[in-house]
Nanobody, 118 residues
């Protein structure tokens, strides 16, 4: 059973920074595309950023220039560095692992709360 464990959430003031981490208990971590999603109250879960096994990142427009996704395949960990945080970034952030070939194999973490105060 694959487990994803997120950490690093918390309360921060507007303009502050947080770094989220997600550790994966999975074999062949490097063939999983890893993503960070978020879900604010009353809203649908949305993709924030993802990164391929080879390290190619993608971001939603609101994250570009402020967030950086990275991964350490040796540590089986993906990170999301979030700078210049805004109140609208407040949400539960989830980590997702999706097999790059067998896309039906995908796993979610339990989520970590990020709250940005104005």
């Amino acid at each position: 059973q694959v487990q994803l464990v997120e950490s690093g959430g918390g309360l921060v003031q507007s303009g502050g920074s947080l770094r989220l981490s997600c550790g994966a208990s999975v074999s062949n971590f490097n063939i999983y595309n890893m993503g960070w999603y978020r879900q604010a109250p009353g809203k649908q879960r949305e993709l924030v950023a993802d990164i391929s096994g080879s390290g190619i990142p993608r971001y939603i427009d609101s994250a570009k220039g402020r967030f950086t996704i990275s991964r350490d395949n040796a540590l089986k960990t993906v990170y999301l560095q979030m700078n210049s945080l805004k109140p609208e970034d407040t949400a539960v952030y989830y980590c997702r692992a999706q097999h790059a070939i067998l896309s039906s194999l995908n796993y979610w973490g339990q989520g970590t709360q990020v709250t940005v105060s104005s």
